[in-house]
């Protein structure tokens, strides 16, 4: 790596999951579109011919004439190529397949338990993280052995109990967990602040937000643009949703030019109303961390989709979706097809930067607890804004909960725990326990244990894979 | 007071609600069966002529030829003249009358949530609390301006909240809160000690338990009778129970001299099972801290009775008993009856003794955690061992709960501080925020929500500025 | 006050200790060169003639041509009529007069104790402190009555004790303490930057620090320009000094157009030697923290200077340069002299510019430990970074401080602790409890008891129940 | 080990340090005069001979008429021998040989530096911990291997850094420290108990008091006997002290039968006046943790003895002392002389039993801190009271410490940080962190890196043999 004149060049970047086609593809057109960063990226992944149709398109957009860095794509066989000499790591992998992630998220359904994503908590982020920790203790000791002093970025989810197993099994890893919840809220902010403030134009990055949580269950306590008070405007909007109904505050209000999803859901008005922060991260996501009765019970489409403003995630619509990516990924290798260059809105190349000291700025990242979120147990994992400079974050103080969440996201905490020992001792009795105590899992004991049973069992090739 | 020769004359103790039918005599029993103590007990309490009866009473015990202690019982009219110059202060009262009781445990059946007690948290022991604490305000600032060096002994459910209040508006208190739920589980494991340990005769005080939790959820997670470790026992009988049923650990089994009651409950079993650590609380009790359908959703009397041990207490069962003692009490003033000198079992004079220097033991009690419990937050009011000496109560390090357990108290601490604020601010969108949060209230939210504003109608009376 | 395209208007600033010769008229440059705001500056001094000359001077230099924010300066007999209304509070005072300073720092000189500056820690600070935190509880106080929402800025010595008593009689003030101290080693890390880097011209804001520690005895152990470490360069000077001297580092290097001042004393490399972090105040603070044996026994002023780099600063020479400030007050007022119009080098309007929304940057501040500084209590007030956005200030988390610099620091802050309880309730006695534990005061007990009660009778015009 | 009918037979104690004429012949006896334990001890030493000398008292001892427990003696050639199968392990060692214990408390003297003991804190305490933490790593190591479930007893100075290194190498060991400091406080107590308070004949043991602090600078806060509190009596012996002299509360008062030992010393008084809390450790001890110019300026024998009642112990007197010891060993071998059997008030085998489930008591202790001092960090060795019972040691929280001694305390808990971290790493530029900072060496920065230097050599046998 040599770092002069602003710019820096022979960086090595490691790609684990490196066959992915949405991660990986968003990170190329981002490194593509940045003149400051040149180097390597090597892809690793167990699907190897993805892995090298990844190359062909990685250098293919190096190569075209608008790319404004040079990056090089290499696919390697073993992970230890891949990590040797790495400066960043970056995990993104789908652990397991979609057969097991059928099981996560529709096995509960036959007792009454619907799922939005299931990937994160809940009984479906349960299981999942029970396959997934034994393989990011296998990454944290690779690392450790391979590039000790390397940045690593995380993708993957269950984010939070990814992270954690990193530093658990290697404390001295350098490593966060991002994800691109919190920008969707920052773009809802401006929306609002063009609504209901009369400014236009404001970029998401622009908004500056106070952030606390853990992955997926973030919350805004304060948010700014220049010298107007964001909160105040979430609440002449809130206040106008609880008198007039959602089509008061969205019909002809949402800036047009972003489209629906740039304006706060139904769901995400109804938490402020109910906490007094602002959620931030998506509805479907949100609904997962709390009691199944609150937001849940009402599991026809349209219901959720009318009342609260989210739907259900199914895994035959990501199988399909997979499908045409797919496709399209053999038009792209064959030359069919061109991928569009184009900013990703995605953070990671502007966190390398940072960590390269080419620019400095706040945002939000997941990272052990070390007294940035009062109230939750020190080396948690959890979402909170940092200041991200040249080799090193540095968490801001995100401050307390209001008691009601903070009881909310202890328990998930706490839970996580649960998990992670469960995950590390293969002590799957443990991981029960998490399990019934999962606000979605509230049902008679015996039937959750047939769930917990029954779920184990659909993913149990990654369980004794190890 | 003086302090001599091992005993301690011209003591005062003030006793608020001392026209008490039930706690008030056994402590009259007690005082009078100790001849190391001699004083004036003053009564006060808003019905004056149940204290007036308690007067007539305790003198009467006092005189008897058997009492070994000398005691002179007054009734006052103000809490003013019970509390100068007094050295104790008990709190022993009723807050409200059976017919709130009636809306705290009833209340909420048409919504399908049975309660067992409906006094400890749980929709009933929420909005008693709501009512109370303005009472402790008022007992607290009575108690710094009359008598700020006495020692404060609670009684009142809920025992939690009652003693937090007591320090939140005087932090220089010298309150704890007492309560005999641990002592029964002692006398169970007198037993347990009998039947699996062949050692008879055991008393209570003589099993060392390591006690944890908050009052009524209290767990032990050590016991021994000197040379003999406890929880192997209780695990021996755990598994009988679990592969041979009830009757095989129960019949024939628990020491006939002292009746049923001294086994262990089923649920008891069951919760030692899933979390390793003896309930030390009555089944009743420690059933209304978890989620609803995990042991309450089968509400009929002879399920619940024969599946897990314990019975729904209705309000109307509460008044027969009443009237009873009201009976009762008439026969014994108008000297047509005679009370019993016995021990009562409860631990409230010799804790006093301990505090005057008479006695140094270990027993549990309800004060802010200073670090007694790891894992709750400072301040929060725990049940735990502390050694009680001359002027001095000392926790011991209660040490930490499992995860499960942990997550689960902690809720229950933090709604309790909710609740806390709530009634000291009278500001009752609070209470609800502790409310919709209890694992009884799982419900749709516009339920609960109809619910809490029910119940919060039927306590109105008592909640001063609404 | 308005605030509207990017502009904020009719702010009312209370500056208190308005008769400053020094720090009033810093402010008043930055306020006129600042074309972003403009209002009233209320001026209060006991010296009032001191505060009408400032009004003259503030109002002619606002009234200037090249003046780009306009103010209206008043000066008012009350400090209620400084504050009500006011959006900010400035407080600069002098506690007490030079005699009482002469006590201060010249008192302890009989026993061989020598101070560089006298008005932080060491005697002199503690009883500096004793007649200040009387005066604060005051200011507090009336704050609270009068703009409880005003945020407080901080100047007065000792820093950490004013903003420490500030909080303790007002828990819910907006108060902060500034201090340019670690500008200063910013300026120096950039004459290092130039000199061992090869990069010149860079300013010190643009130097990335992470800064821990007390008022005065602040440490850096990151710092960056851009993708360089400032560590690495420090080291390689702190190398250079230490085997070839301190001219071999300075002569000829630093940076001939800003003088000889921006460069690290041989103090500095010595400390950086010691604990591995970068000291980030003047060599003559930080020396007066450490013990009096280390590098403050040599006392002829030849011999510091030479060997360490720093003077020792004596109330002589302060009332001499007070005096030419008269003269020169007298001249500008009488019109005979015109005050230079340049930026001040202070922060202080910047961070009223952050906390008006109009520019968000991170700095060093004086603010309560909320656990940004690892290991050192709660609520104690601590020097450390944070991040200024419109209406707040959020701390960093500044990490851990080197074993033996913590035990150092802690020493302090358990005095401060205790100096701050000596001044709030004018119990002396415990001055004395921090006086003998001060690493200046290394001496016979008897010896150090009568010296503190000589400097006490020196002050105790100043402490009112004595 | 068998465990029935209050007694317990087959018991295997390891005994490390075998040789010793002090410590081990103590135990003989009170492990002879104790009738409900028997079982072997185990011997080793790397002075075999000596440890055979022991075999053959120890049996003779075992074998006398007037013995109530069986105990057989072996004496065995490996560590490894005497740790397999062992329930209980005794760690009670000389550190290196009476050469360096020569510099350890003497090199200081050219500086000025005096120590009175020279094994804890200060330039000595710092050097021969050094030398020791080596040596008990390899005894963890070595009790994790060959018996991790026994209980470890450290005798062993310096005792908080000996029992910290145990901790830290291997956390699951079930460690704590005895010491007999705290005794003799209570021995005082008792009779303070007897001139003040008119009642005589009270054991030390009835003494009730709450210790805090580290290993000989331990303090006493709550002391009462019965009703009476001690406190009070204290406090009227201190002040007829400092109003009269040492004289008038010593001469004729302390009771004959126990000699002059048995009374606080000028020192404890002169501490109890500046801190409110009485010294529990001998004078010789506390004063080493205080700054030197306190009380150890004045050097000559007779001031110090004469003022503040204790005197240097030489090296030379130590020889001396073993000089006879190995020559009484001699006789005792040759069957000239006889071990008188009589308790040796050390409270070893008290704790055993206790932990063996024979007797439950409260007693001060050397372990981990968890929250049992507030203020010192958690896992430092603290010393403070616990309960000891079957299989469990809990601490019972000993409070606060006044903020002037907390800092003093808390100085020495970072240097044996450090001082842990050095012996761990051997890194001895560690070291000199810890000993520039100690209160005893308070001097030139140049004269105490040369002290250092000496002194590290002097014991360098000790850190290279590893």
Excluded at 72 to 97: C, H, K, M, N, W
Excluded at 227 to 237: N, T
Excluded at 260 to 289: N, Q, S, T
Excluded at 416 to 439: H, N, T
């Amino acid at each position: 790596m040599n770092n002069s004149n602003d710019k820096v060049s022979n960086l090595k970047i490691a790609y684990i999951g490196g066959g992915s086609r949405n991660w990986a593809r968003k990170l190329m057109c981002d490194l593509a579109l940045e003149p400051q960063l040149s180097g390597l990226v090597s892809l690793f992944d167990i699907d190897q011919e993805a892995a090298g149709h990844n190359v062909t398109i990685g250098n293919a957009i190096s190569g075209r004439s608008e790319a404004a860095g040079t990056w090089r794509y290499e696919a390697v066989a073993t992970i230890e190529q891949a990590l040797t000499g790495a400066d960043f790591v970056i995990l993104s992998i789908l652990p397991g397949t979609f057969e097991e992630m059928a099981v996560d998220v529709h096995a509960p359904e036959k007792y009454g338990i619907y799922q939005s994503v299931g990937d994160t908590v809940g009984p479906g982020g349960i299981i999942r993280a029970l396959r997934t920790i034994p393989l990011f203790v296998d990454f944290a000791r690779q690392i450790e052995r391979y590039c000790p002093s390397a940045w690593v970025i995380n993708y993957t989810n269950p984010m939070t109990l990814c992270t954690r197993t990193l530093y658990d099994t290697f404390p001295g890893i350098k490593a966060f967990g991002c994800c691109h919840e919190v920008f969707s809220a920052q773009e809802e902010l401006s929306a609002i602040l063009e609504v209901f403030g009369g400014v236009s134009g404001v970029e998401r990055f622009e908004i500056e937000t106070n952030v606390k949580g853990i992955n997926h269950f973030t919350w805004i306590d304060r948010a700014s643009y220049k010298g107007i008070d964001l909160m105040e405007l979430y609440r002449i909007a809130a206040d106008q949703f609880a008198s007039e109904g959602y089509r008061a505050t969205k019909e002809g209000r949402a800036p047009r030019q972003y489209g629906d999803w740039r304006w706060p859901k139904p769901l995400h008005f109804e938490l402020f109303d109910r906490y007094g922060l602002i959620p931030a991260a998506g509805a479907r996501h949100m609904v997962e961390f709390m009691p199944h009765e609150w937001y849940m019970s009402q599991t026809d489409a349209d219901t959720l989709k009318n009342k609260w403003g989210f739907e259900l995630t199914t895994v035959r619509s990501r199988i399909e979706y997979q499908d045409k990516q797919i496709e399209e990924t053999k038009r792209i290798v064959a030359g069919d097809e061109t991928v569009e260059l184009k900013p990703s809105k995605e953070e990671g190349v502007r966190i390398l930067k940072g960590l390269l000291g080419l620019e400095t700025f706040v945002t939000n990242i997941n990272v052990p607890n070390r007294g940035q979120l009062v109230g939750i147990p020190e080396g948690a994992v959890v979402e909170s804004n940092a200041l991200i400079q040249l080799g090193r974050i540095t968490p801001l103080q995100a401050g307390e909960l209001p008691l009601d969440l903070l009881s909310l996201v202890a328990l998930h905490v706490y839970n996580q725990e649960l998990v992670l020992k469960a995950g590390i001792r293969q002590d799957y009795s443990l991981g029960y326990k998490a399990f019934v105590k999962d606000p979605l899992v509230y049902m008679d004991l015996n039937k959750s244990k047939a769930l917990y049973d029954e779920m184990l069992e659909g993913t149990c090739r990654y369980l004794n894979a190890r």
